[in-house]
């Protein structure tokens, strides 16, 4: 999904309510940092503020979501990984091919 589609989705999940097909409602930036940033992106990229501001709420938006759904696919998988038995060495305990290995000693680095 693409274009006006994709946009008033993602109105509609953000749950603004702005969205209004062909009549765009006006936005109030009253921080004079985001302002010059808009004024900036919009001349850089040769658009109106509007245009320049869009897809980046967009991307926003649509980063989001992802950034959700992974979270929801990865619990499951952490889940499952949490209920194997707990096995291995407790803290401070060496392996036997650990204590097989001779002791390093500090003079043959410099060898």
């Known amino acids: 999904m693409h274009g006006l589609a994709a946009e008033r989705d993602a109105c509609r999940d953000l749950g603004a309510g702005v969205y209004t097909g062909s009549h765009p409602l006006s936005l109030d930036i009253r921080s004079q940092e985001v302002n010059r ?3 900036k992106l919009a001349t850089m990229a040769g658009v109106s503020k509007t245009e320049a501001i869009r897809p980046v709420l967009a991307a926003e938006i649509a980063r989001r979501g992802d950034a959700m759904r992974l979270r929801e696919r990865v619990t499951p998988i952490r889940d499952a990984i949490a209920a194997f038995p707990r096995i291995g ?8 091919r650990d204590r097989s290995k001779p002791a390093s000693n500090s003079t043959d680095l410099h060898r």
Request: aromatic share 0%; no cysteine; net charge negative.
């Open 37 to 39: 940033l808009a004024d």
């Open 89 to 96: 060495l407790e803290a401070g305990e060496t392996s036997a």
